[in-house]
């Protein structure tokens, strides 16, 4: 039984990972998939292991935003909480810029140099 202490222990905690949770997708795992597109032009024009790490730090990030929202209590710009709709928008938004940066970096690998 969760005791009044122990449920604002495990509130905080939750909240504590929560906070993790949205530094990862919204700052380092943008901050990874910068420096992923960057390494794709700086390779040339093969693909390579970091055209792996892209698309699975894609897929990390998907997975950090569900995480935030099902189970961290995530929070719209507003601050107030986020449904699964602002989940599948940030998928499809993640999703169209993840391949417009994806096929821009390997344009510049074919055509920029």
Not at 60 to 68: A, E, H, K, S
Not at 82 to 101: C, D, N, Q
Request: aromatic letters at 14%; one cysteine or more.
């Amino acid at each position: 039984m969760l005791t009044p202490e122990k449920h604002v222990e495990l509130s905080s905690q939750i909240s504590g990972y929560g906070w993790l949770v949205r530094l990862g997708w919204m700052f380092l795992g943008n901050g990874l998939l910068l420096i992923c597109a960057l390494s794709i032009v700086n390779r040339g024009r093969a693909l390579s292991w970091v055209d792996g790490a892209f698309w699975a730090l894609v897929a990390v990030l998907v997975g950090l935003r569900y995480l935030d929202i099902a189970r961290m209590g995530g929070q719209t710009a507003t601050g107030q909480p986020a449904p699964m709709s602002h989940w599948r928008r940030y998928v499809a938004f993640l999703l169209v810029f993840a391949l417009a940066l994806w096929f821009g970096a390997h344009a510049v690998a074919w055509f920029g140099r």
